[in-house]
């Protein structure tokens, strides 16, 4: 299983980003997808999850200001993140969990300037 995250990138407060995290390999059919992050100094925390029923959870962090989606039939999430804040810099990782491993995605840096 591989996962190939993009979109990060430089924004300034208040912006809007979206990040992709593309899966393949196999990965089955009940699985949990997810992005964590790590800020410079903070460990990788969880800040949403989506089930392959469409199950969401997030971070109180983050919640009302991303949203976790993703389409199954081509192995794909993402995470749309709206109002962004300088504390949200951080490398985000993609994730996937399945019955029986937990696979990462490379980080894609997403910097929030003040």
């Known amino acids: 299983v591989q996962l190939q995250a993009s979109g990060g990138g430089l924004v300034q407060t208040g912006w809007s980003l979206r990040l992709s995290c593309a899966a393949s390999?196999?990965?089955?059919?009940?699985?949990?997808m997810g992005w964590s992050r790590q800020a410079p100094g903070n460990q990788r925390e969880i800040i949403a999850i989506i089930s392959s029923g469409g199950f969401t959870n997030y971070a109180d962090s983050v919640k009302g200001r991303f949203t976790i989606s993703r389409d199954n039939a081509k192995n794909t999430m993402w995470l749309q993140m709206n109002s962004l804040k300088p504390e949200d810099t951080a490398v985000y990782y993609c994730?996937?969990?399945?019955?029986?491993?937990?696979?990462w995605g490379q980080g894609t840096q997403v910097t929030v300037s003040s």
């Open positions: 390999g196999s990965i089955g059919s009940i699985n949990t």
């Open positions: 994730r996937l969990g399945t019955t029986r491993n937990l696979y």
